[in-house]
């Protein structure tokens, strides 16, 4: 579970058969349970941003997702070499959203 900032909700992530899983919110005060979006394919960690800004991690990559705008989730660069993104496998932001922990498997 991750709490949604700015918002009486969490998210959770569904795993479907597919390998491809759905990144879910669930309101606490009403318990109604909404689909954001899928995440990437075989990948089911998240960390939210403030702005409704969802981001995942797939290889030597980071991702970005603006709910409610975005369709897609959308490549961000940090580096012009990601090599030191390689095995990306969780991600954290603080919440003031100034850092970011990445970890990664060699």
Do not use: C, Y
């Amino acid at each position: 579970l991750h709490k949604i900032p700015g918002q009486n909700a969490m998210s959770f992530i569904q795993r479907m058969p597919d390998k491809q899983s759905l990144v879910h919110r669930w309101e606490i005060s009403s318990g109604n349970i909404t689909t954001i979006a899928r995440t990437l394919p075989e990948q089911d960690h998240i960390t939210w941003l403030q702005d409704n800004i969802i981001l995942s991690g797939k290889d030597d990559k980071l991702f970005s997702f603006k709910t409610g705008t975005d369709k897609d989730w959308k490549e961000i660069r940090i580096f012009d070499n990601n090599i030191l993104l390689k095995g990306i496998t969780r991600l954290a932001a603080n919440t003031d959203n100034t850092k970011l922990a990445v970890v990664i498997s060699e």
